[in-house]
């Protein structure tokens, strides 16, 4: 406990201005070098202090508000160091008060109101409520309009950043491109020491208009931006982050270029990162996934099996490293199928394809119906149970593949540029059942070969309107 520390308040602050200041201001010390180190138990020391003071002081609204502000910044790291969902909610009930104890017109209200947006940020990130995301952009706009000229910068960083990550949750390209605009005026507003940063951030979202608009002069630019933040002095967090953003905007140039210079350089960086995060670093599961991604690349490429070996056990050590409700949670079930799916294509053990259905289905369990990409879950789920069929003859999977097709095909208009692909899962999953069930009847049922000819001139019918891409 800190000396002098007085918990108890029912008669009013028994200390002068400057004492009860700097013991506030201690409390912040024992919190930041808690932060620093990590240590989970001064932390737990630091949010009994931090609500001692908030009592205490409870006559004086600026320190009142300042120790509910280090309230918040000890249950944010104490989330970031364990995991534990409960220290998010209690930040936010933090931040809350700080911001309504604060006075309107003293000059730490915008950090207050950007501490409470952040929080925010992070809880929605855990839960996918998307009411935080847009409470949390609603605060930051205004930050913006109350700051001060020599704050622009940072503001405009943190705005772009959560319209960013909105258009992520709503599709609405609109406050992508909106994102990008304030990026650039954040990094030519930026001081040197914030300028890896901006760089940084304008890369990622250029990097994210890439995946939506395939101009590969985004993802270009993405990757000249994050070399040129590489180059300059910056934190080993924000060399870490940098290097896992370069990592893997590299790899998705291989996507599209197929430069296996990319790739390996890739996954070096991919290593490089995963030395610089600690066991228990709120985004170790991030960086598993993205260099199991590579592994699994390459392993298609190279063909070796500890590759894909390697792959599954990092994608298996992020899952276990992120709540059951993470926004990410479905994406990263989805892609440790692929890699039980790949790795059954080359050793043919049943048990690798099933656990590949059953990742599948916890996929698509845990993707909200009004997912923008909900039919890649459903056709996933089809295809590994159309290949399961393949080798156990279980008719009752070949019905659920077509169901899954259909309903794949349903959710999307008429003219999605990926309509055409669903179809043809459905199509292949019909043909197969017609295969099987006139070969379940010693008769050769004339239904199932009557309905093959019709089949297959819808097929060709439907491609007409439907062109595969």
Request: aromatic residues 6%.
């Amino acid at each position: 406990m800190l000396e002098g520390f007085a918990p108890n308040a029912s008669d009013g602050p028994s200390f002068t201005q400057r004492d009860a200041e700097d013991v506030v201001e201690k409390i912040w010390d024992t919190t930041l070098a808690a932060i620093e180190l990590p240590d989970i138990a001064k932390l737990e020391d630091a949010i009994i202090l931090a609500w001692k003071a908030a009592d205490t002081y409870r006559y004086d609204p600026v320190l009142r508000s300042s120790a509910f502000d280090c309230l918040r910044c000890a249950h944010r790291a104490m989330f970031e160091e364990t995991g534990r969902v409960e220290h998010v909610g209690k930040g936010v009930e933090a931040a809350e008060e700080a911001v309504n104890i604060c006075p309107l017109s003293h000059p730490d209200r915008p950090v207050r109101l950007s501490n409470l947006a952040c929080i925010l940020h992070i809880r929605f990130e855990t839960s996918a409520n998307t009411d935080d995301l847009d409470r949390s952009i609603a605060l930051e706009e205004q930050v913006l309009a109350i700051s001060p000229l020599s704050d622009r910068s940072l503001w405009l960083h943190n705005l772009a950043a959560s319209l960013c990550v909105r258009f992520e949750a709503t599709a609405n390209l609109a406050n992508l491109d909106l994102s990008i605009v304030l990026c650039e005026e954040s990094l030519k507003l930026a001081s040197p020491s914030d300028r890896p940063r901006q760089l940084q951030s304008l890369a990622i979202s250029l990097g994210i208009r890439f995946d939506h608009t395939a101009d590969i002069c985004d993802l270009e630019r993405g990757v000249t931006l994050l070399e040129q933040a590489l180059i300059l002095p910056q934190s080993t967090e924000d060399r870490r982050d940098c290097l896992s953003e370069l990592a893997w905007s590299l790899w998705t140039r291989y996507e599209e270029t197929r430069n296996v210079a990319d790739l390996e350089r890739s996954i070096t960086l991919g290593e490089e990162v995963l030395q610089l995060c600690g066991p228990t670093h709120i985004d170790r599961s991030r960086y598993l996934a993205n260099l199991a991604s590579s592994l699994s690349s390459r392993f298609h490429v190279r063909k070796r099996i500890a590759d894909l070996n390697r792959a599954i056990d990092l994608d298996e050590e992020a899952l276990t490293l992120i709540p059951p409700n993470h926004v990410d949670r479905s994406l990263r079930l989805s892609n440790l199928a692929w890699s039980y799916g790949a790795r059954f294509g080359s050793n043919e053990k049943l048990d690798d394809l099933d656990k590949c259905v059953t990742l599948h289905e916890q996929a698509l369990a845990l993707c909200p119906t009004t997912h923008n990409d909900r039919h890649y879950y459903l056709v996933n789920l089809a295809l590994s149970l159309r290949k399961r069929f393949g080798h156990k003859s279980g008719i009752a999977d070949l019905d659920r593949s077509i169901e899954l097709a259909q309903s794949a095909l349903e959710s999307l208009p008429l003219h999605h540029p990926r309509r055409s692909y669903c179809l043809d899962i459905l199509s292949l999953a019909q043909l197969n059942h017609i295969r099987a069930t006139t070969r379940q009847n010693s008769n050769h049922d004339w239904y199932a070969f009557a309905s093959l000819p019709i089949l297959l001139l819808t097929i060709s019918f439907q491609r007409v309107f439907n062109p595969l891409d």
